[in-house]
Structures are given as structure tokens and as C-alpha cells.
């Protein structure tokens, strides 16, 4: 059974950097097609997709926020972190990690999320 | 970067109603494009894959179809557990825009 978890601050400050921990059970990001991913969901709003890590270290960043986005993976510790440098209020949203495979090329389970508000 | 747009933003149905969802993207995406549903207080859950493949568990109620840039989500008869928001996304090796998402309501 393949489970995620988000994990971070639930607020954060203008300016600062935000860091978020996807610790995943029931699968491995060194087994060939796996990747995780992050989304993120403003209140009330859309989906909006943030960034991808494949098993093969391959990164994938959303063109509008690439420079201010990171995303590692720990394959032994069954982790994606993903960092968010210069956070600002509009950036206040649900944050999820979720497991992806080439062979579907979508989101197939996802974590709970965790909300981040950024506020002074 | 490629744009998905969706129509209608919301639609209102009665239980047994067909519902139709279309999505269109701003460039040839081939078949490479996802359908999510999302109820609220809850993650997005996994409808359809490649436009037009079913998701394993999904009722047979949905399906998908479409190519390059314009694709449907069918609901053939609405159940009262299907009233939620719909998404579709490009894929994920298309950096996976998602739609604005189309609100399903009870008429």
C-alpha cells in the first residue's frame, strides 16, 4: 500500500524560505518510472502543479516558479524535499506530494497536504 | 508553457443526468492528459489517465476522450457521490498544467 505524508511549518514569514518533507511508504524512488511530485491549492482556488523528481534524479520545475524552487530526493530515507525560497501571502496554500510512474504520467495516490500560510 | 482550460466552470444536475466536462489545450498535447476529482477538505483522487484509460477501482460511469487538444470527461449517469470539482491536467513529463477545474452541483 503506497502512502504520503507532507510535512513543515505551518507558517511561515514573508521573504522566508519555506521547506516541505514528502516521506513515503509502499514504494522506492530508485525503482525505474517512479517519480514524486508537488502540488499546491490556494483556498478556494485551482490546482497548481510545482515540481517533479523521477528515479533517475531527472527534475521537473513549473516554468513560473522554477527560479525559486528545489526539490532533492533521499532514496534511503524515503523522502522528496521540496524548498520555496522568497515566499509571499499568495503563496498561503495546501501543499501535497504525490506518487507518479511513467506508464501513467499522472498523480495516481497523493498525501493528505499540508496547509502553509505566510503571513507577518 | 502550455495553457488548459476548462469548460464550463460549474454545472448544475440532477442525480441520473449526463454530465460533460471539456478541456482544451493551448497546444497539441497528444493523449497525454488526466482527469482528477476532488471533493472538499480532501486530495485530489485519480479518475482517468492517457485521456481516455480508466483508473483501476474507478466506476465505469467515467470515461475519457479526446486527442491533441481538445478532450472530454463523461459522467454517463450522475451519482449523488460524483458532486465535486473535476480537473484535468496535462502530464507530468508536459510539466502538468492543471485546468480551473469545473464545479459539479446538485440541481
Known amino acids: 500500500q503506497i502512502t504520503l505524508k507532507e510535512s513543515g511549518p505551518t507558517l511561515v514569514k514573508p521573504t522566508q524560505t519555506l521547506t516541505l518533507t514528502c516521506t513515503f511508504s509502499g514504494f522506492s524512488l530508485s525503482t525505474s518510472g517512479v517519480g514524486v511530485g508537488w502540488i499546491r491549492q490556494p483556498p478556494g482556488k485551482a490546482l497548481e502543479w510545482l515540481a517533479l523528481?523521477?528515479?533517475?534524479?531527472?527534475?521537473r520545475y513549473s516554468p513560473s516558479l522554477k527560479s525559486r524552487l528545489t526539490i532533492t530526493k533521499d532514496t534511503s530515507k524515503n523522502q522528496v524535499v521540496l524548498t520555496m525560497t522568497n515566499m509571499d501571502p499568495v503563496d498561503t496554500a495546501t501543499y501535497y506530494c504525490?506518487?507518479?510512474?511513467?506508464?501513467?504520467?499522472?498523480?495516481?495516490?497523493w498525501g493528505q497536504g499540508t496547509m502553509v500560510t505566510v503571513s507577518s | 508553457d502550455i495553457q488548459m482550460t476548462q469548460s464550463p466552470s460549474s454545472v448544475s444536475a440532477s442525480v441520473g443526468d449526463r454530465v460533460t466536462i471539456t478541456c482544451r489545450a493551448s497546444?497539441?498535447?497528444?493523449?497525454?492528459l488526466a482527469w482528477y476529482q476532488q471533493k472538499p477538505g480532501k486530495a485530489p483522487k485519480l479518475l482517468i489517465y492517457a485521456a481516455s484509460s480508466l483508473q483501476s477501482g474507478v466506476p465505469s460511469r467515467f470515461s475519457g476522450s479526446g486527442s491533441g487538444t481538445d478532450f472530454t470527461l463523461t459522467i454517463s449517469s450522475l451519482q449523488p457521490e460524483d458532486f465535486a470539482t473535476y480537473y484535468c491536467?496535462?502530464?507530468?513529463?508536459?510539466?502538468?498544467?492543471f485546468g480551473g477545474g469545473t464545479k459539479v452541483e446538485i440541481k
Open positions: 497546444q497539441g498535447i497528444s493523449s497525454w
Open positions: 523528481i523521477y528515479w533517475d534524479d531527472d527534475k
Open positions: 491536467q496535462q502530464a507530468n513529463s508536459f510539466l502538468g498544467a
Open positions: 504525490a506518487h507518479s510512474h511513467i506508464a501513467v504520467d499522472a498523480f495516481d495516490i
